[in-house]
């Protein structure tokens, strides 16, 4: 499968170490080392399908381009519009070109994402109570300092996103209840810099999210009927350790195993490999997943403002 890489910031740049041998061409419209500055001028000839690394506001009109050619493509997350419509209609145009159109949330591809996944559709630990998520990392300076990252809800879509997605990809379906704006905090930038979400459940879910953790650190605690779920840290930021806990009945020190992982970030490397796959068997995309996101982002974005 032959690739073009669109855009050549920071994702740019991975998606096209990743791509390797696959890469037929790069596009930016201000990076010198791009060959093309527009997909438009990229031979449709020359690539099978794209990498689109663009800030949020072109994607849609890029990803509009390449359905209605034919052409594949992997997108950064988030994927947000401010009607739902203009996703469901791309998603519909890229079905009908027989295009696979695929939302980027690499943390699926985190080894102990998938053991948390698969623990849970076991049902070894019964019904799940409780379940928090906490994502931070310390580039509140780093955003303040860009002109396009530092505006509108800030660490809202950027982390949120990835923990909504994490949500939907543990539980196999959007929670039950709506989520609520619990605190939407401006610590240091001019946009949310610390936001902390929540469910009512059935189960109760609570996601936090911050760029002032100036340690890089992502939790998650688990609280089930039969026993506990934990996962510290990602492979990125490694050592990361997956733990769970099996209950004594009717009460005691549970049984515990607990899994630790040294290693490069796998993520980037499997999920461009799961790109391909979905091209060479025809889908299924993920845009319906994206509609959900994009929904509860727009909803709690204007509940956030308005607080």
């Known amino acids: 499968m032959r690739v073009a890489v669109i855009g050549l910031g920071v994702q740019g740049q991975k998606r096209r170490t990743v791509a390797g041998a696959d890469l037929a061409a790069t596009v930016d419209p201000v990076n010198p080392e791009a060959e093309y500055r527009r997909i ?8 099978d399908a794209a990498l689109v690394c663009t800030p949020d506001e072109p994607k849609l009109a890029i990803l509009d381009y390449l359905a209605s050619h034919r052409k594949h493509a992997l997108v950064e997350k988030p994927l947000i519009a401010a009607e739902d419509g203009a996703i469901s209609a791309l998603r519909d145009r890229a079905r009908a070109n027989s295009a696979v159109l ?3 949330y690499n943390h699926r591809f985190e080894p102990h994402f998938v053991r948390m ?3 849970l559709r076991s049902g070894r630990l019964g019904r799940i109570y409780r379940l928090r998520l906490f994502y931070g990392n310390g580039t509140a300076r780093l955003v303040r300092n860009s002109a396009w990252r530092d505006e509108g809800v800030g660490v809202l879509p950027d982390l949120g996103s990835h923990l909504l997605d994490t949500v939907q990809f543990w539980l196999g379906a959007p929670p039950r209840a709506p989520f609520r704006v619990v605190s939407a905090d401006r610590f ?3 946009a949310f810099d610390h936001v902390v979400l929540a469910s009512a459940g059935p189960p109760s879910i609570e996601l936090e999210m911050t760029l002032c953790s100036w340690r890089n650190d992502f939790k998650c605690d688990l609280l089930a ?4 779920a934990h996962i ?5 930021w490694g050592p990361t350790a997956f733990t769970v806990r099996d209950r004594k009945l009717p009460s005691g020190r ?8 040294v290693q490069p970030d796998p993520t980037w490397i499997a999920e461009y490999a799961h790109f391909k796959s979905l091209c060479e068997a025809g889908g299924p995309d993920n845009l319906d997943n994206d509609l959900w996101i994009n ?11 308005a607080s």
């Open 295 to 305: 929904r509860t982002l727009r909803d709690l974005a204007a509940e956030a403002l």
């Open 188 to 190: 240091e930038n001019r």
């Open 40 to 47: 438009e001028d990229v031979p449709l000839a020359a690539y």
């Open 102 to 104: 695929y939302t980027a």
């Open 232 to 236: 510290e840290s990602l492979c990125k």
């Open 254 to 261: 549970p049984d515990e195993h607990s899994q630790t992982l």
């Open 225 to 228: 009927e039969q026993g506990s």
């Open 117 to 119: 996944r698969d623990l």
